[in-house]
């Protein structure tokens, strides 16, 4: 269980909107993600999930609000600012450079950072300890087999863990993970399940997730968005049973 009773939260969003025109996409948000915890966002489509995620994380801007990152203002930052102060994310559609290997996808990821940027052109003079930095993660996370391999000869489940790994590899604080189980088979599913576990001891994950019965699985808390607002949070338990969470996301009505 995370404490949450004292210390500042990792993720604070207090009365953010999101309109475009005069629709609102997101309409007066507050959420709290704190230190250890694996936040679960879930809701129909539709329901501003990816919106939200993309404000958080600074590709679009808020209309109103304020965002917070360990106590600190962020919400006027540009997303490459987020991401140096810690932000990480990984997108629904995979963002990999197709033509190359899953090494040089991880090298022009590690090459980005501030601590280990380079000249695009001197590449040439990458550090050996940034390659076993990277030997290290593709043996950690399963991919030493495949380092070598184009990304666009793996099966769609391995890109989405590549994916992932890159979006690590500069530790984040906070680790944004949108639908990481999105077009992955049941086989593909159980691996990502026990990556995403295995992440959470390590950081603080906030992940959108389509499928309820995932997100009750793995998170540790669960907020409900439902055209653009908050409708409850709770844990697990909390909202399996709440009868305006099965009525919005299920459908079912209840009553005699």
């Given amino acids: 269980m995370i404490d949450m009773s004292h210390k500042t939260p990792v993720l604070k969003v207090t009365d953010l909107y999101k309109s475009y025109g005069g629709v609102h996409v997101l309409v007066g948000l ?18 501003g999930k990816t919106t939200l995620f993309n404000v958080i994380s600074g590709f679009i801007k ?7 990152f360990k106590g600190q203002e962020i919400t006027r930052l540009p997303a490459f600012k987020r991401a140096h102060m810690g932000i990480g994310r990984t997108f629904q559609i995979t963002t990999l450079f197709q033509s190359l290997s899953v090494l040089e996808n991880l090298r022009l990821t590690l090459e980005a950072l501030p601590q280990s940027r380079l000249p695009f052109m001197k590449s040439s003079r990458f550090s050996e300890t940034n390659l076993e930095h990277l030997s290290e993660m593709l043996r950690t996370w399963g991919l030493w087999e495949e380092r ?4 666009v000869a793996l099966p769609y489940g ?4 590549l994916e992932i790994v890159m979006a690590i590899l500069h530790d984040p604080k906070l680790l944004l993970l949108d639908e990481p189980m999105a077009g992955l088979e049941a086989g593909n599913r159980a691996a990502m399940t026990k990556m995403i576990k295995a992440l959470s001891e390590k950081m603080t994950i906030l992940i959108i997730e389509h499928d309820m019965d995932v997100a009750l699985l793995l998170a540790d808390r669960v907020t409900i968005l439902h055209h653009g607002e908050i409708i409850t949070q709770g844990s697990p338990e909390e909202i399996q049973n709440n009868s305006e ?3 919005i996301y299920f459908g079912f009505e209840g009553g005699p």
């Fill in 148 to 151: 070598k391999m184009p990304v």
């Fill in 30 to 47: 507050d959420l709290e993600i704190h230190d250890g915890e694996l936040h679960a966002l879930i809701g129909p489509n539709g329901a």
């Fill in 245 to 247: 969470v099965q009525r």
């Fill in 62 to 68: 808020a209309s109103k609000g304020s965002i917070q």
């Fill in 158 to 161: 391995i890109q989405r863990q």
